[in-house]
């Protein structure tokens, strides 16, 4: 297999860095910032402008299935780039408007377009495979104006892992033809006989067309103005219809992201800001939410991990199952869909396992990357069996629980066979394909698993948060197995949760260091690290109350707490870098996954505390949009939180997260056999006076509910209640 960033290395750290597999580099500053817009299978990376690959190096580009389809379409004005006044993304995420304007044109040293005369607005769509853009040029000045307006465009049909800096010693074949007067076909014979084509259409057809380069005369009148389309097409096919109109399909796009934010309550606060995140995350989370055979999945992140990523989709199906759970039955019926059958070292494939990653590009087709479908994670199984069973206590859908029980058996049992090859009852991984992920927790990065001296931790990896993970997934089961009428396998399930419970404190917990080791690693010594894993493991439930409380607090002192959220891991750790990718970074998924733990423990003022931290770092970024990832150094007065350069922006789980958090402050739970929705121990972060939730729902019916601040505690208000909803404030 073909390493990224495979060159000639001038010294051992460039050597070390190069053979990292999957090392997403961060070549260079991106001197505009990127927009994007995803539907289905389909993305784009646009810069400000709306441009693509005018900054050159970058991620820009249309892609679909793991293919970057266009490379370059970029838009001139007699030769030169034109001037930024907006450029925004709709609330939804549907659209890209950008507002430009020409520079001062000059023509033998005489000024014959002065700035500012033009408008040009972009207006730019993705659907059904197609990228629709609309160009509309209008003269406010108060003469004519005689222009040409370019568009240059190309594709290099690149894989999305070429992208991130792989090299290849062999490509397919690219050609391009002019195949009318107003269109043009890129096309790309892949090495694995997959013809991939770019079909670029233009109307009204250009004054002059080449096989890179559309031209337009355009003569303004004052107050004229010109409205050109632009449609560029993914496909696997020389010949087809030409794509639907501008409008017809702009609407289409429009209803459809209205269509798919329907189901999920409504949350509405005092704090507008707030209410801007939220609508932020309900977007993205509708955006990244893609239609399979089986229903919603949501892709994990854009640019890099727009596809099926099993932990990603659970997780973010945990985070939302409160508001919306037709989320967790669509991940949980594609993932049965896609559970491993048989052993397939090459995939690290193993009987009843549940998938990591599903790539659908030319690398993955020919083998030169292993995820066509790969299973190396260790923590997507029991997360699996976990949602299955917090689906059941979320909607009482028994029918459907009956179908996934197969699966879930299957899943059981290879957490008790393959999952555990050494017989000790711990979970572990080790990669069976030299060619896949070195560690597969969710701190997957090459260096992340580590001892406290910084030498890292050679495999079999049992990590800490693993354990809890199977821990609730067998607590959840017996529950599903015993509302099924499988008795003696509730039993059974019950007694080994409850078996691991008493283990996982022998092995795990170091006084030294006061929390839960990281990992045990193949000789089964502890590492001995401080880190947010931990804190997932009260998420499970699994930790002794006494030893929970210890960790709550570390996780709250400066070590871990930045300001903007907990890191990774402790500031005194070896491995520590605000910078790394998982050895110091703050990631908002991570955060709220903690939160729920300490909700389960009832520690309400840690949650308001990582809460807080969430939402101001939320109120420094773009859009309002929380990133995969950010740095992990401490806030100061009058800063914002330090960006990481290559993080997914938007990513599900971070956009998840905040719902999270409120389920985690408010306590919701739901018994709908009961119809019956309660609040447990609710309380609300000190940047919230109020929230309203509507159309909250249990089984059938919905409610809305208030609850606002009042003296030193919460009131609540039921709003409406369109059933025989009981809605109860428990308190502990």
Same mark, same amino acid.
């Given at each position: ?24 580099p961060a070549t260079g500053p991106s001197t505009r910032p990127r927009r994007n ?106 003469r004519p104006v005689n222009c040409v307006l370019g568009l240059s465009f190309s ?363 990281? +990992? @045990?690693?193949?000789?089964?010594? $502890?590492? !001995?690290?401080?880190? *947010?894993?931990?804190?997932? /493991? =009260?998420?499970?439930? %699994? ?95 009058g800063r914002g939180p330090t960006l990481y350069p290559v993080a997914c922006s ?14 985690? +402050? @408010?306590?919701?739970?739901?018994? $709908?056999? !009961?119809?019956?929705? *309660?609040?447990?121990?609710? /309380? =609300?972060?000190?940047? %919230? ?44």
């Open positions: 297999m073909h390493r990224p960033n495979k060159q000639e290395p001038t010294d051992p750290l460039i050597e070390q860095i190069a053979e990292v597999p999957f090392y997403i817009l995803k539907n289905d299978d389909c993305f784009a990376i646009f810069d400000s402008h709306g441009d693509i690959g005018a900054t050159p190096g970058g991620a820009d580009g249309l892609y679909c299935r793991d293919t970057r389809f266009l490379g370059l379409l970029e838009l001139q004005l007699n030769g030169s780039q034109l001037l930024l006044l907006g450029s925004n993304v709709r609330d939804d995420n549907a659209l890209l408007t950008v507002d430009l304007t020409n520079p001062d044109i000059y023509f033998e040293q005489k000024l014959v377009l002065p700035k500012d005369t033009l408008h040009i607005i972009r207006t730019i769509f993705l659907w059904n495979n197609t990228c629709y853009q609309r160009l509309r040029v209008q003269n406010h000045g108060d594709s290099d049909f690149a894989d999305l892992f070429e992208v991130r800096g792989m090299r290849r010693e062999r490509r397919g074949s690219a050609t391009t033809e002019i195949i009318a007067p107003g269109q043009v076909l890129l096309n790309y014979l892949g090495l694995d006989s997959t013809l991939r084509c770019t079909a670029l259409t233009f109307e009204p057809s250009p004054g002059r067309l080449s096989t890179g380069m559309a031209s337009y005369q355009l003569a303004l009148a004052p107050g004229a103005f010109e409205t050109i389309d632009i449609a560029v097409e993914c496909r696997e096919s020389e010949r087809a219809p030409v794509p639907p109109p501008f409008r017809r399909s702009m609407r289409a796009a429009l209803q459809a992201r209205k269509t798919a934010s329907r189901g999920q309550s409504a949350i509405t606060t005092s704090n507008a800001i707030f209410n801007e995140m939220l609508c932020r995350c309900t977007s993205d989370l509708a955006m990244l939410v893609t239609q399979t055979e089986h229903g919603p999945y949501p892709y994990a992140g854009i640019p890099w991990y727009s596809t099926t990523f099993g932990r990603d989709g659970i997780i973010t199906a945990i985070q939302t199952l409160w508001c919306r759970p037709d989320i967790a039955r669509g991940v949980l019926r594609h993932l049965a869909a896609l559970q491993a059958d048989h052993f397939d070292p090459q995939a690290d494939a193993e009987p009843g396992k549940i998938l990591h990653e599903m790539r659908n590009g030319e690398m993955a087709h020919l083998g030169e990357v292993p995820f066509r479908r790969y299973y190396g994670s260790v923590d997507s199984t029991p997360l699996f069996v976990l949602l299955a069973g917090l689906y059941l206590d979320r909607t009482g859908d028994l029918a459907q629980l009956g179908e996934l029980w197969p699966n879930i058996e299957r899943a059981i049992a290879w957490i008790d066979g393959p999952g555990d090859p050494d017989g000790d009852g711990f979970v572990e991984y080790h990669r069976a394909n030299d060619d896949g992920l070195i560690n597969q927790g969710w701190k997957d990065s090459h260096d992340s698993i580590f001892h406290a001296d910084g030498t890292t931790a050679a495999g079999p990896i049992a990590l800490c948060e693993v354990q809890g993970y199977v821990y609730a997934a067998k607590a959840t089961a017996a529950n599903v197995a015993r509302r099924l009428g499988h008795h003696d396998m509730a039993d059974r399930l019950a007694l080994s949760a409850e078996d691991l419970r008493v283990r996982f404190e022998d092995a795990f917990w170091c006084d030294d260091i006061g929390s839960y080791a990281l +990992a @045990l690693d193949g000789q089964k010594r $502890p590492c !001995r690290v401080r880190s *947010s894993n931990a804190g997932q /493991v =009260l998420l499970s439930g %699994i930790a002794s109350p006494a030893r929970a409380e210890l960790v709550a607090q570390q996780l709250l002192r400066p070590a871990f707490f930045s300001g903007w959220g907990i890191r990774t891991i402790a500031r005194e750790e070896a491995r520590y870098n605000p910078m790394s990718y998982h050895n110091g970074s703050i990631w908002p998924h991570d955060n709220s996954l903690i939160a729920a733990g300490f909700a389960r423990y009832g520690y309400k003022n840690a949650i308001m505390r990582v809460f807080g931290g969430l939402f101001d770092a939320a109120v420094y970024m773009d859009l309002r949009r929380l990133p995969e990832l950010y740095c992990g150094f401490q806030r100061s007065r938007p990513q599900a789980w971070a956009a998840g997260a905040p719902f999270l958090m409120i389920q985690a +402050a @408010l306590g919701i739970e739901f018994d $709908p056999e !009961r119809n019956e929705i *309660s609040l447990r121990d609710p /309380v =609300l972060p000190p940047f %919230i006076d109020e929230i309203v939730l509507r159309d909250l729902r249990v089984g059938a019916f919905g409610v809305d509910i208030a609850i606002h601040r009042q003296d030193s505690g919460v009131a609540i208000r039921l709003l409406r209640n369109e059933g025989h909803v009981r809605v109860a404030v428990l308190f502990s």
